[in-house]
């Protein structure tokens, strides 16, 4: 089994910066894909920024500039750093890690728990 688990949300104003960790554990033999996606009340959940293991990153248009994913491999971890907040960054972020597991190695995507962002104007 893995666990996917994310940490570091929280309340800020317009303007300021957080950071989430996401930290995957378990059956794990190698992960590929890391990424981070928000959902807002009354919207579709949506990528925000991914990274692979060899360090290709995507980020959505809407975060360009503003936000940072980075990853260490070595401790199964995904960051994101989050500047220039703004009211419609709010919603809930999840992590989603692409993990080939053992000792099926099989590819299954595990999703964490979320964590609320909240930007207030």
């Known amino acids: 089994q893995v666990q996917v688990v994310e940490s570091g949300g929280g309340l800020v104003q317009a303007g300021g910066s957080l950071r989430l960790s996401c930290v995957a554990s378990?059956?794990?033999?190698?992960?590929?894909?890391m990424g981070w996606y928000r959902q807002a009340p009354g919207k579709q959940r949506e990528l925000v920024a991914d990274?692979?293991?060899?360090?290709?990153?995507n980020y959505a248009d809407s975060v360009k500039d503003r936000f940072i994913i980075s990853r260490d491999n070595a401790k199964n971890t995904v960051y994101l750093q989050m500047n220039s907040l703004k009211p419609e960054d709010t919603a809930v972020y999840y992590c989603?890690?692409?993990?080939?597991?053992?000792?099926?190695?099989?590819?299954?995507?595990?999703w964490g728990q979320g964590t609320q962002v909240t930007v207030s104007s």
């Open positions: 989603k890690a692409g993990v080939t597991v053992t000792p099926a190695r099989v590819r299954l995507n595990y």
């Open positions: 378990g059956n794990i033999f190698s992960i590929n894909a």
């Open positions: 990274i692979t293991s060899g360090g290709i990153i």
